[in-house]
Each structure stands twice: as structure tokens, then as C-alpha cells.
């Protein structure tokens, strides 16, 4: 229903800041909650962020929160989450995912029904 792509990530110092974008096809993305998850190697995939637009609503981690930002652009039909401040603890390979627009934003990754392929995000100490 709808197909997700991934891009913006790569290598950035401790400090640092990138930008990620999730470039969603087939539908707009106005009737989803989406979502961003990582996962490092030999860890279990985490909730990072995710906005309900129609809603009006945002969560975030508490790991991230105060220097992640997740965003829509309308326009691109893309949702993006601004990294800032990144720490060695962050990399890892970001998801970004969708589920039905539901009344609760879900922290769990078995709720949403569509994955991207991932971007691999690496902070360097």
C-alpha cells in the first residue's frame, strides 16, 4: 500500500548532525503514523520517533529526545528526522516505518505494517 525508501545516512563525528528522509510512494503518508526505529548489530530494533500527522502528535524516545526532531514535508511526501548532537551509542541501521493512523502512537515495531530497507548511520567517537 505503501512503499518506503530511506537515505540521508552515513559517517559523522560525536557532535555531529545529519538528516534523514523517508520518501514514501503509492500512497501519502498523511493517513499513516510513521514512525523511525534503529537497530545495532546484536540488538534488538527500538523505537526512536514517530508523528501522528492527522493527529497533530509526536513521540520520541527518551534516549533521543531533545536532539532528534521528526518532520513532514508535504511537498516530498517524506517524512525526516533531524539528528543533532549525535553520540557514539546511535549508530546503528535507521528504519523508517508506517502503520495505519490509529488513536495511540505505537513504540512497538510490531504495529507497523510497512518497513523501508534502512540507512546505516555511524557516529565515530
Known amino acids: 500500500q505503501v512503499q518506503l525508501v530511506e537515505s540521508g545516512g552515513g559517517l559523522v563525528q560525536e557532535g555531529g548532525s545529519l538528516r534523514l528522509s523517508c520518501a514514501a510512494s503509492?500512497?501519502?503518508?498523511?493517513?499513516?503514523?510513521m514512525g523511525w526505529f534503529r537497530q545495532a548489530p546484536g540488538k534488538e530494533r527500538e523505537f526512536v520517533a514517530a508523528?501522528?500527522?492527522?493527529?497533530?502528535?509526536?513521540r520520541y524516545a527518551d534516549s533521543v529526545k531533545g536532539r532528534f526532531t521528526i518532520s513532514r514535508d508535504n511537498a516530498k511526501n517524506t517524512v525526516d528526522l533531524q539528528m543533532n548532537s549525535l553520540k557514539a551509542e546511535d549508530t546503528a541501521v535507521y528504519y523508517c516505518?508506517?502503520?495505519?493512523?490509529?488513536?495511540?502512537?505505537?513504540?512497538?515495531?510490531?504495529?507497523?505494517?510497512?518497513w523501508g530497507q534502512g540507512t546505516q548511520v555511524t557516529v565515530s567517537s
Open positions: 516505518a508506517a502503520e495505519k493512523d490509529l488513536a495511540i502512537i505505537s513504540t512497538g515495531g510490531n504495529a507497523y505494517d510497512y
Open positions: 503509492g500512497r501519502t503518508i498523511s493517513s499513516y503514523v
Open positions: 508523528m501522528s500527522w492527522s493527529r497533530g502528535r509526536t
